[in-house]
């Protein structure tokens, strides 16, 4: 008998608890004719409508069902993270509550499993549905993730994954404050199989994620991942030196030449604005990576949990 943990983070998603339930266990042939067992952890992150009472209700009728219920909102990341500390599972998978991640495509992957890959991904081949600006931000944030950094991170990667156990210790082996975990899974490689399959719309509800909850987890991503932000600071201000050196030797030349008109007064103002506009810009990022490695010394938990069953 092998066991499957399934992590289901929720976050006010009292509507689709059962559903995702009732979705789930049509795989049951699947699962017995593989002599498999599974569990489901539904993962509750501070929700303030009905989600627990919904898990509570379904855990009396059904004791593969379990609930980890945070204390609080600590966002998906670390919600994810604590289903796989929690998780038991010889293969663990991860799955969004509103059905985005089909539970149909399961026997799929766990013939790629059988076939030898240690992870099967999923990643959606459109942006069917999508508000176009965030699509485009969204290229364009993997684009240059491409660029900048070593680790694979995958345009339009889901969190739908299957891991074998091997690869779960090997992720919860990074204890990280600021997790990306797309980048994450990249980072501790393993065969890994991808799938592609249409953009399916959320069951009920709405997603919690907007332009700007999203343009923030993207800075996450390129810090945790990169640190080529810190060089391109560097590079920008060897490039002003050299110009300024230049200038001065452009300066002296001339006053050599033609004497020395005073004037120029409003470019020195351009000069000046840019260069420091310049300066606050690398400041900035320098700021951004010395609060994330704040974030980390302090060492605080990822997530406190309330109540489990
Ligand atoms: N989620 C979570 N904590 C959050 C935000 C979202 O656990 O702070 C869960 C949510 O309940 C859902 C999954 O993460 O199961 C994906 O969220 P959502 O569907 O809103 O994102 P989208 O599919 O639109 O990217
Ligand atoms: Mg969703």
Redesign the pocket.
């Known amino acids: 008998m092998s066991l499957l943990s399934v992590i289901?983070?929720?976050?006010n998603?009292e509507e689709n608890i059962f559903f995702f339930y009732e979705e789930f266990i049509k795989n049951q042939p699947f699962f017995s004719e593989n002599d498999m067992e599974f569990e489901l952890l539904y993962v509750d992150?501070g929700s303030m409508d009905h989600t627990v009472a919904e898990v509570k209700k379904l855990h009396e009728q059904d004791d593969r069902i379990h609930l980890v219920s945070f204390s609080r909102?600590f966002?998906?990341e670390a919600?994810m993270y604590a289903g796989l500390q929690k998780a038991k599972g010889d293969y663990v998978v991860i799955m969004?509550?509103?059905l985005?991640d089909p539970p149909s495509l399961l026997p799929e992957m766990f013939s790629y499993i059988s076939e030898g890959y240690d992870s099967v991904a999923t990643r959606r081949v459109s942006r069917k549905g999508e508000p176009p600006i965030r699509s485009f931000f969204a290229r364009r944030f993997y684009r240059l993730m491409k660029k900048i950094s070593k680790t694979e991170i995958m345009d339009g990667a889901r969190d739908f994954r299957l891991m074998t156990r091997q690869m779960v210790d090997a992720i919860l082996s990074m204890k990280e404050y600021n997790r990306f975990t797309k980048g994450i899974f990249g980072w501790v490689g393993f065969k890994t199989k991808w799938l592609e399959y249409e953009n399916v719309e959320?069951l009920k509800g709405e997603?919690?994620?907007n332009f700007w909850k999203l343009l923030l987890y993207s800075f996450e991503g390129i810090t945790a991942f990169s640190t080529m932000p810190l060089l391109l600071a560097s590079v920008v201000g060897v490039f002003f030196c050299v110009l300024a050196f230049l200038m001065i030797i452009f300066i002296i030349v001339r006053k050599l030449i033609y004497g020395d008109p005073v004037s120029g007064w409003p470019s020195l103002v351009c000069i000046i604005l840019m260069t420091s506009g310049v300066q606050f810009f690398c400041t900035g990022i320098l700021g951004q990576y010395l609060a994330k490695t704040y974030m980390e010394v302090k060492n605080r938990p990822i997530y406190l949990v309330k109540e489990e069953l």
């Open positions: 289901i983070p929720c976050y998603e992150d909102n966002g998906k919600a969004d509550a509103d985005q959320r997603t919690k994620w």
